[in-house]
């Protein structure tokens, strides 16, 4: 299956060097000039103060690799040295022609789920997608469709402990560098996002911090809410409670039941997650705290 | 000062009749044949029902006076016995040539109230406005400018049962017909409410229930969410649990500050309040429990 | 594969009655004392009058079928000697229990023709299938997928007459009620429109009537607009000048190039299709000239 | 009378620095080299390239004055001497504490008008309004009320030459920056451009290129739109076409008739309308051609 042409560029040959550190005078210059001096041109810049005055400095820029007078180590050892360690920053550089490796954690739900296959299909998502863990079989047949492996994990009371050891396995194992949970109806443990050590973006179906936790829908319903949402964030240990990346809502009536919020829901859902993980993927989203800097 | 005549039409001569009543077989039919009996075109007619087995039925019907066979008072009665009793109805007309009267209570925010008061002179909102009351001078001069008495009652921890007293006074005194809270930054007791005895709406500046009470801001930047929005209900007791009439939200990135986010939110919290008021105006809303049909 | 319960109900047993006629008193009444006389308990009615005097009047009820005093045809042919004669209605009464039947016209995008997929997969959708068409090879691994014939009918400026004809004859073997083109790169004929003889419905990229024609993301581009958008309408022989059914649009900014705005913009057209597709399939689209009502 | 404080911060002791040249390599490190040299600590910084590759480039950085070592003048010319001749930029400086000039033209219509003064006396817009033109005496008393002179310049077939030249010298006398068009129902000629010889902005009232000319609501309520919107723009000698600011847009339904829609539209018109002005008052829009770079 092609799709077609010129929705598909091949990703550009360019890096994304993204920085926090503390603010203070002359880092843009000090950055642009190395990247300069070394032939990288940039093409995208973004930068970001919590505060001139002694505040928490974000950067995200994006270059051309063609021109580069280093390979990358020496060149990523050049920038330690000469501007990284002096302005004592939190940095790092992704190329885009090694895609980041997803997994993704899906329940009986398919929506949020197709919607991510389909626009890593169409070119709009520039990852790797090695595995889906899920804890039923009803996805197997769309899995295999876009010829992904698709592991089943079942997941009880009793065998919690061991069914998470068995995902942060497999993901490890299939060298993942972050997971999705697409719908995935099973709350993760500390250990288990320590175990794994990367960063787990989930969807929640409301506009957190409204309706925390199970049946934001029916919680909407009963509230009599004019709007429904959904959030996208990455997972920290406590439940539903971690930096917000992307939401969005919809307007809805008196008409309609918990069902209906549900189903209307799914297209909200499906396009927060799907904006989410685009920004992850592409180096966008810096996190500062329990908030994130989206550029 | 006069507004372009197109956008300030005459109100029609037509009538309002709102129902709610157990649901069952033959409402539609019944009031429909009454009102076409009488001589009364039906021109708008919405109907919903929260479930057709048992549930509660709600509709409203606007129609035409002009071609009515019968006074109101007669016609009213007649709709009592012959429809509204047998079906055990809660019901009322209103003729839309008898504008409500509206009480509006502010502060020093300015934003809400303008865009009444700017509404009102275009012939938008269908009201009558006899009296402004706030807390503060602040605002006088804009209430005077559209020839509004203003009326200042100094509200304190010490005075507050006082005041409110007083405000009940003035706003029975000018026989208004609901309250709006534009941005008055005071809690109304409940038995301000129960004195009242009228619908009070108010506008909060979250998406609601998200950021319930003080410096809802202030919390949406602490928690660091996407979207912004602002909640119009009617006001009850229980702070910020009232039905809601109307919410509304806008996105919002990591470049705001608590400061800018308010200032973002203005144009938020002024649409859906007027939206609200306006729905209300209209009686276009019925209340059922703690949740709003808003037809 | 199965879809949550909870999002793939039964469709209900119901009915949905559309009127189309001269606006006059009493119609309202006509038609629920009808349906109330023959048992059939009205579940959402939506009414509308382009002028109470003398205008049209359009209706649409949908109701229970459970109590009815008679089968369909006794029913149908009683309401059109005592309510629909008589007040020279176009009138039409749809079965949710027999979904209407859609051909799917495609060629090598594949967003607007997942989507619709997917939906009727999950119960979105009360429609059957029986047929797809397309022009081209490519999508036919995923019409398989979901179990639908895919007909390839190649089209080109010499053959397009018989190639034309060999379509209206699948679709009519097939018994479909209407058409969808899901980003079907041809222009249909006057004669295709005439011999098949139902609906179609077009999804075109641009919020028309900006941008007819072909390659609207580049004119959009050319233009500097702030937004691009969807259109799905009715195909009429005029090109992109059918009445319109929904729309809807997105912003974007000076960074897009015609390639990302084509991207950005699927996700309004999927949306878009599916919302349009869905009011036709639910019976909620009256045309009255090149307009409609959406109820 | 006196807005809350946090509402209406005093402007930032800022300056922003606007550039426009072909593109190279080491633009963005000259720059900022050139302000960290120079004590200008960076606040913003926004780029945007139409080609990496032989395109043309352009950029707005915004910084702290406070440790700045040159004045203005000498500041200004070291950049134009050390930056901006060697890269051919076209480029400029403005201060925050001196406020842009603007002159409002409107005509009977005051939702546009208002907005845009309350804005101002909210602090939301940092300009000086030194004068308001209209052809009406309707809008006196509104914009005496905001303290700000009106002048009424009849316009009619006969006189249009002497009346814009009136128009021109009243602007020039009152060493306005730029005018605003806001809701003014006369056409500019390209005489008045040229001599005006400033930036004039205008809100249309349809989504552009739709419904260019009179009467876009009419021609919305006859395509049969399921949307409507309004287009703030530069004017350009050619009606209706010049570069777009911004553009936003509401959905309708079938019940609005011309004037329902004309009414809705005014809350989409004035605030694109304040939209527009606040980033040109800022300095975030580069005109390119017939387009806009909005940072």
Avoid at 168 to 173: I, S, T
Avoid at 268 to 282: D, P, T, Y
Wanted: glycine share 6%.
């Amino acid at each position: 299956m092609t799709a077609p042409a010129s929705t598909a560029p091949d990703p550009l040959n360019t890096a994304v060097l993204t920085i926090t550190c503390p603010d203070r005078g002359g880092i843009v210059a000090a950055v642009s000039q190395f990247l300069h001096n070394h032939g990288a041109n940039i093409i995208h810049s973004d930068q970001h103060s919590t505060d001139p005055q002694g505040g928490t400095f974000f950067m995200r820029m994006e270059f051309h690799l063609a021109g580069l007078d280093l390979a990358r180590e020496p060149f990523e050892r050049a920038f330690a040295n000469v501007v990284a360690t002096p302005f004592e920053m939190d940095w790092s550089v992704h190329y885009t022609t090694q895609p980041k490796r997803m997994a993704v954690l899906v329940s009986r739900y398919d929506h949020c789920f197709l919607d991510l296959m389909w626009r890593k299909r169409r070119g709009e998502l520039n990852v790797e997608i090695p595995l889906i863990i899920s804890n039923h079989e009803d996805l197997r047949r769309d899995a295999e469709m876009f010829g992904i492996p698709f592991h089943v994990v079942k997941v009880t009371k009793e065998n919690k402990a061991e069914a998470e050891a068995e995902q942060v396995r497999l993901m490890h194992e299939a060298n993942v560098d972050f997971a999705v949970l697409a719908r995935y109806m099973q709350i993760l443990s500390g250990e288990l996002l320590r175990d794994f050590g990367r960063p787990v973006i989930n969807i929640h179906h409301s506009f957190l911090p409204a309706f925390i936790g199970a049946n934001p829908y029916r919680a909407a319903f009963n509230r009599g809410v004019k709007l429904i949402g959904a959030t996208s964030h990455y997972v920290t240990e406590e439940l539903d409670a971690g930096p917000i990346i992307a939401q969005d809502v919809i307007p809805v009536t008196h008409r309609e039941t918990p069902d209906t919020l549900m189903r209307l829901g799914r297209d909200v859902e499906r396009q927060v997650l799907a904006r989410a993980v685009k920004a992850h993927v592409e180096d966008r989203v810096l996190v500062h705290g329990n908030k994130t800097v989206v550029f």
